[in-house]
């Protein structure tokens, strides 16, 4: 059954959606043959982004053409007592346009500053920068956020009356991703200590 209701294009819910995820997925035409990569992104204002290798078919293929670009979150697993109306609780957005690729140097650097910041806040001024040659060897690309959907299922079991008395455990299970513990690199000096941005990475 579709739900209608769940659907809208609010701007500020897309946006929100969109700004606590970190993996999309974006499908294109290649050769003819539908095709979805799975891919980061990151959104800057009225734009989302994605990267990858320049040399890559897909990063290649997809520039000036019409993508979907989509993002879900799993938030709950609905257990009804009736087979029919288990669900899961959830946020998505789907966005249809055309992917532009950012050719400039200084555009792609500030695009991947943005990204880096958006993973984790302050990281990009600690670390190397991009040397021309990785730019070069770095394609990214980015569409307009103008037309798509965005879906919320945030629901208790929808049972039907006659199933309330059924005798079986009905209700949601939370879903939750969360961060583990930090791994440091086997070569990483003894007196570096772990970053405080780490606890303000989001997942969701």
């Not at 946020?91 to 500030?110: I, N, P, W």
Request: with cysteine.
């Amino acid at each position: 059954m579709r739900h209608s209701e769940r659907g809208s294009f609010d701007r500020e819910t897309a946006n929100a959606i969109l700004d606590a995820a970190l993996l999309c997925h974006v499908g294109y035409a290649l050769d003819g043959a539908p095709l979805v990569t799975p891919t980061l992104f990151w959104r800057d204002g009225e734009r989302v982004f994605w990267h990858g290798s320049a040399a890559s078919r897909a990063l290649q293929t997809q520039t000036e053409c019409e993508v979907c670009l989509t993002v879900s979150l799993l938030d709950g697993i609905v257990l009804a007592r009736s087979a029919f109306n288990h669900s899961v609780n959830y946020r998505s957005v789907m966005l249809f346009g055309t992917a532009r690729s950012v050719d400039s140097s200084g555009e792609k650097l500030a695009a991947l500053e943005k990204f880096m910041e958006r993973i984790a806040r302050g990281r990009w001024g600690e670390v190397r920068q991009p040397t021309d040659s990785e730019l070069k060897t770095t394609g990214v690309l980015w569409m307009d956020i103008r037309e798509g959907a965005a879906k919320i299922r945030a629901l208790p079991v929808g049972d039907k009356p006659a199933d309330r008395d059924h005798p079986v455990w009905a209700g949601v299970v939370p879903v939750v991703t969360s961060l583990g513990e930090p791994e440091p690199a086997a070569e990483l000096a003894s007196d570096i200590e772990l970053p405080g941005y780490l606890s303000e990475i989001r997942l969701s």
